[in-house]
C-alpha cells in the first residue's frame, strides 16, 4: 500500500508486532504475520505465563520430560531448558524415555533421545516395557493383533513413566502434550460418552492422591503447528515418523473432524478447550426407588461374592461408592481403582496365550515398522 | 460402505421376509432400530416420540377446573421448512386432529407457525408463503396460524443500535453509534470476516426472533424440530465454537425469561434420529414440501462453516457404522451443569451480544495464552524499519488515540466470533434488544388475512365512511 521507499522490507512486509523485522511466517494460532523473534517470544511466554499461572514448579524441583525424541518432548525439553535459564525456575531437568520395544521406530527415536541428551546437557534414563513386564510392544502386537495395540501401549507406558519417574527419584514428569491432543480429547470424550473424564480431561496438572508422581502438560495452549514451527526454526533434532500401528479408527475420525475445523478458523483449538475447562457435570439427581417385592437380606455368602468385569479385572468391594483414588492393585502394587490394575489383567491375558516354543532367529515377531524399513533400504 | 445405516428402507423383493413386528399384518417398508415397520406403525412410532414428549397437562384438552388453572395454552413451532420442523408441524397437527376427533372439536392447545424469512438470505427454491397456505390445509379442519416474519425486524430501531470495537487484548468498548442511513441486518452481517462468524450471529438472531414473537403472540411454550442428531451436533458445534458452558441450557428442554414473562423450550423430536425424520417426511409426502437452498455446499472444507463441518461429521458416522454416536453424545450433553462462577468476577454477567452468562473473564485467559508483545528491536537496520513504519501508518491513519467509550461485557463466544473484524470499522450490534414491545410486522399473518378480508366486506354500523388502510 504505502511503501514511498521501495529499497529494502515493504512496510506491509514487517512484523506485525515489533514492524521492525521482516515477517516470515503466519502464526498459526491466530494467522498473525511475524518474525522469526517474535515467534520465539510469544511462544515460549505463552508457556512461561501457562507454567506461572498453575504454579507447576517450585525452585530446587526435580523434573523428569518424558522424552520420546518426537516433536513436542523435543521442544518441550528444549524450552524449558531455555526458560529455567531465562527465568531462574531453579529446576534439575532430567529425560525419561520409555522403550515400547518396536523394531524400526521406537529405537531410531531413542537414538534421538540420546543425541538431546548430549545436546541439553541433560541425564537420560531409559525405560523398557522388556525388562519391566518381559513384553516388547511388536511381541504384544504379534500376540494380541494390532488393533487393540494402542489399548496395551497407553496403559503400559503410563505405569512406566511413573515407575521410571519413582526409580530417579522425581514426583513429577511433564509431558508433551499439546493443545492439539487437549482439543481431541475434549471432542473425544464427548463423542464417547466418558462422562467421568468429562470434566478432568483439560486439567494441566494429573495427580491420583495415592500417588507421590504428577504429570503436568506445559504444552496445553500450545498449537502442534507452532510446535513444529518453532523446532524447524530452531533447527532441532528430532524423529519424525509416526508409530507404525495404526491408531484408532474412531480416533481417526475425530482427529480428521478437528483438522478441518482449524481450517475454517484457526482458534478453534483453543475454543474447545476453553469449553472443555467449563464443562461441569450437573449434580446427581438421586433416584430414590425403594424396593418393596422380592426384597431379600443378603446372606453371608452373597456378600462374599466378587464382581467380575467383562474385561476380567475385579471390582472392589465398596461398590456404591465413588471411585477412590489411592487403591493398590494386589498383584503388583501400582495404583488402581480395580483389585488388580489394569495393565496386569492385560499382561495376564498376554501370558495366557504366549506361545510356548518359539523359533530361532525369528523375526516374525518384528512389526511392521522393521519391515518398512528393510523395504526402504532395498536398492535394484 | 454403510454396514449399519440407521434407517433401511426395504424393497419390495424382501418385503415378503419381514412383517411388520408392531401390527404383524402389513409388509413392512423399513428397518429402523433393529426393528421392522410398515408405514402406519412407522408414523405412529415417531408420534408416539413426540407424544411422550408433551406429557403435560397443558397440552391437553382440558374440562372444568382445568380450563382455567391452564388457561388457553398457545405453542410456537418455529419452521424453517427443512424436513425436521416439517415433521414436527405434522406430528403436532396429528395430534390436533386426534383431539379434534375424540373431544368433538375441542383442542388442547393453538397452534402457531412461524417462519423467519429465509428466501434471500439462502436462496431458497422456493418461498414459504406459496408453501404454508397448502400445508395448513392438510390438517383441516383444524385452525393453524401462521406468521413470517423479516429478519430485518431484528433491529427494531437504529437508537439501539452500538459501535463495538474490540481491542488486539480481547477487552471491547461500545461506543453510540450515530445513524446517518438505515442499518439493515444484511449490512451488520457484511461486517463479519467469515461465514462461520455469521453463522453464529444468525443463530443469536433467529434464537431472539422465535422468543419475542413468542411473547408477543402470547405463546408459552416454543418448540422446535431439532432430532436428536441435530442435538448432538448442536452440543458438538458449542464446543467448538467455545461455547460449551451454554450445551447444559441450549440442548435441555428448558424455560427462559423474556421480559415480565416464561417462555418453555421443547425439542420434541429429541428421541427421533434424522435418518428417522428423513423416512417419515418421505412416507408422508412431506419431502416435496422441503424448502432447500439453491446454494450448492461447497467442496472445499475452507468455504464451510463450522456447523456445516459437523453436520457432514455426524452424516459420515451414519453412514459408517457408527450412528450410536449421536445417542451417546445427546446423553454426555445431558448430564451437562452450570459451570461454577470464578471468585474474581463474583457476579454473573451477561454478554452483551449474545445474552449469555459470563462465568470467568474470557479477556483474562486469553490473555495468558496469547501474547501480542514483540520480542525487542535491537539492530540499526531494523531500527530504521520501525521508523519506517511508524511514519506510514502516521501519514495514512491519524487513529493513534483511543476513542473512549463504555468497557463491554463480552463472553468467549462472541470474542471468538467477533475476531478479525476490521478495527476500523468496527461492529453494529443492536446491544439492548430486549425492550418490550407491543406488535410486529410480519410479511405472511394467517390471522391477518381472515382480518383483512373481513374487514373489507362485513359491513360496520357506520358503514359510509371508509375505516380501512
Not at chain 1, 522424552?67 to 529446576?91: F, I, P, Q
Not at chain 2, 411454550?221 to 460449551?244: C, D, F, P, Q, W
Not at chain 2, 461492529?427 to 383483512?452: C, G, H, L, M
Request: hydrophobic share 35%; aromatic share 8%.
Amino acid at each position: 500500500m504505502t511503501d514511498e521507499k521501495p529499497k529494502r522490507i515493504k512496510v506491509t512486509a514487517l512484523c506485525e508486532l515489533c514492524h521492525a523485522r521482516k515477517a516470515v511466517m503466519k502464526r498459526p494460532k491466530n494467522l498473525q504475520k511475524l518474525c522469526k523473534e517474535c515467534f520465539y517470544n510469544v511462544f515460549e511466554t505463552e508457556i512461561h505465563n501457562t507454567i506461572t499461572n498453575a504454579k507447576l514448579f517450585q525452585s530446587g524441583d526435580k523434573v523428569a520430560i518424558g522424552a520420546s525424541g518426537g516433536k513436542d518432548s523435543t521442544v518441550l525439553a528444549s524450552v524449558l531448558k531455555t526458560l529455567n535459564e531465562r527465568y531462574n525456575y531453579g529446576l534439575e531437568l532430567v529425560l525419561l524415555s520409555i522403550d515400547e520395544g518396536i523394531v524400526g521406530y521406537r529405537d531410531d527415536s531413542l537414538a534421538t533421545v540420546k543425541r538431546n541428551q548430549i545436546q541439553y546437557k541433560m541425564p537420560l534414563e531409559i525405560i523398557s516395557y522388556k525388562q519391566l513386564y518381559d513384553w516388547t510392544m511388536d511381541e504384544i502386537v504379534s500376540c494380541a493383533g494390532i488393533r487393540s495395540s494402542c489399548t496395551y501401549c497407553g496403559v503400559l507406558r503410563r505405569q512406566a513413566l511413573d515407575r521410571g519417574a519413582a526409580k530417579l527419584g522425581i514426583n513429577h514428569v511433564v509431558t508433551g502434550h499439546n493443545a492439539d491432543d487437549m482439543a481431541e480429547t475434549v471432542l473425544m470424550n464427548l463423542l464417547r460418552g466418558d462422562v467421568a473424564r468429562l470434566e478432568k480431561s483439560t486439567t494441566i496438572v494429573t495427580q491420583s492422591s495415592g500417588s507421590p508422581i504428577k504429570r503436568s502438560k506445559p504444552f496445553k495452549y500450545t498449537y502442534q503447528k507452532e510446535i513444529v514451527l518453532y523446532a524447524h526454526y530452531k533447527k532441532l533434532d528430532y524423529f519424525s515418523t509416526e508409530c507404525t500401528y495404526a491408531p484408532e479408527a474412531f480416533r481417526g475420525t475425530a482427529r480428521e473432524l478437528l483438522k478441518s475445523l482449524e481450517a475454517v478458523r484457526p482458534s478453534c483449538i483453543m475454543d474447545i478447550i476453553y469449553s472443555g475447562e467449563h464443562l461441569v457435570l450437573a449434580p446427581k439427581k438421586k433416584k430414590v426407588t425403594t424396593q418393596y417385592k422380592n426384597k431379600k437380606k443378603l446372606t453371608e455368602q452373597q456378600q462374599e461374592e466378587m464382581e467380575i468385569n467383562p474385561d476380567g479385572s475385579v471390582s472392589l468391594k465398596s461398590k456404591k461408592q465413588e471411585f477412590k483414588d489411592g487403591n493398590r492393585c494386589e498383584k503388583c502394587g501400582y495404583l488402581s481403582s480395580n483389585k488388580i490394575c489394569k495393565a496386569c489383567v492385560l499382561l495376564a491375558g498376554l501370558e495366557m496365550n504366549r506361545a510356548k516354543v518359539t523359533i530361532d532367529n525369528n523375526t516374525a515377531v518384528d512389526g511392521a515398522a522393521k519391515l518398512t524399513k528393510t523395504l526402504e533400504q532395498l536398492s535394484f | 460402505m454403510s454396514e449399519n445405516p440407521a434407517v433401511t428402507f426395504l424393497g419390495s423383493s424382501d418385503s415378503d421376509v419381514a412383517k411388520c413386528q408392531r401390527c404383524k399384518q402389513e409388509n413392512a417398508v423399513l428397518i429402523t432400530r433393529k426393528e421392522p415397520f410398515c408405514k402406519a406403525c412407522f408414523i405412529r412410532f415417531i408420534r408416539g416420540k413426540q407424544r411422550k414428549q408433551m406429557q403435560d397437562d397443558k397440552y391437553k384438552v382440558k374440562y372444568g377446573a382445568l380450563i382455567e388453572k391452564l388457561g388457553t395454552q398457545r405453542v410456537l413451532l418455529a419452521l424453517s421448512g427443512g424436513e425436521s420442523s416439517l415433521v414436527l408441524l405434522d406430528v403436532m397437527a396429528s395430534l390436533l386432529q386426534e383431539q379434534y376427533e375424540a373431544h368433538k372439536g375441542k383442542q388442547g392447545f393453538e397452534l402457531v407457525i412461524l417462519n423467519l424469512n429465509e428466501f434471500e438470505l439462502n436462496s431458497l427454491n422456493k418461498r414459504i408463503s406459496d408453501i404454508l397456505p397448502e400445508l395448513v390445509k392438510r390438517y383441516e379442519p383444524v385452525p393453524i396460524h401462521y406468521k413470517v416474519l423479516d429478519l430485518n425486524s431484528y433491529i427494531l430501531d437504529d437508537s439501539i443500535l452500538e459501535k463495538i470495537i474490540l481491542h488486539d487484548d480481547f477487552t471491547g468498548i461500545t461506543l453510540p453509534y450515530t445513524a446517518q442511513t438505515k442499518y439493515t441486518l444484511f449490512d451488520i452481517l457484511k461486517l463479519c470476516p467469515n461465514k462461520s462468524s455469521i453463522e453464529d450471529l444468525l443463530t443469536i438472531i433467529y434464537q431472539d426472533l422465535i422468543a419475542r414473537t413468542a411473547y408477543i403472540e402470547g405463546c408459552q411454550t416454543i418448540i422446535y424440530g431439532h432430532s436428536m442428531t441435530r442435538i448432538a451436533n448442536e452440543i458438538i458445534a458449542l464446543t467448538v465454537k467455545g461455547r460449551g458452558s451454554t450445551i447444559y441450557q441450549a440442548i435441555a428442554d428448558h424455560t427462559i425469561a423474556y421480559n415480565d414473562k416464561e417462555l418453555q423450550i421443547l425439542f420434541p423430536l429429541r428421541d427421533v434420529l434424522y435418518a428417522e425424520i428423513l423416512a417419515y417426511a418421505k412416507l408422508t409426502g412431506l419431502d416435496e414440501s422441503v424448502l432447500v437452498s439453491t446454494i450448492p455446499k461447497s467442496k472445499i472444507n475452507k468455504n464451510l462453516t463450522i456447523r456445516d463441518l459437523t453436520t457432514r461429521y455426524f452424516s459420515q458416522l451414519d453412514a459408517t457404522g457408527y450412528a450410536s454416536t449421536a445417542s451417546t453424545v445427546v446423553k454426555t450433553g445431558e448430564k451437562l451443569g452450570a459451570p461454577k462462577v470464578d471468585d474474581n468476577v463474583g457476579t454473573v454477567a451477561h454478554c452483551q451480544i449474545c445474552g449469555i452468562e459470563i462465568y470467568q473473564d474470557p479477556g483474562d485467559w486469553l490473555r495468558n495464552i496469547t501474547v501480542n508483545k514483540a520480542a525487542p528491536v535491537e539492530t540499526e537496520q531494523d531500527h530504521e524499519n520501525l521508523q519506517l513504519y511508524k511514519d506510514s501508518v502516521g501519514v495514512s491513519s491519524q487513529s493513534t488515540e483511543v476513542p473512549h467509550g463504555n468497557p463491554l461485557n463480552i463472553c468467549y463466544g462472541c470474542i471468538v466470533t467477533l475476531g478479525g473484524v476490521k478495527q476500523e470499522s468496527g461492529f453494529i450490534w443492536p446491544t439492548n434488544n430486549t425492550s418490550p414491545i407491543a406488535t410486529q410486522q410480519y410479511i405472511v399473518d394467517s390471522d391477518r388475512e381472515k382480518q383483512r378480508v373481513l374487514d373489507e366486506f362485513v359491513l360496520t354500523d357506520d358503514e359510509g365512511e371508509d375505516e380501512g388502510e
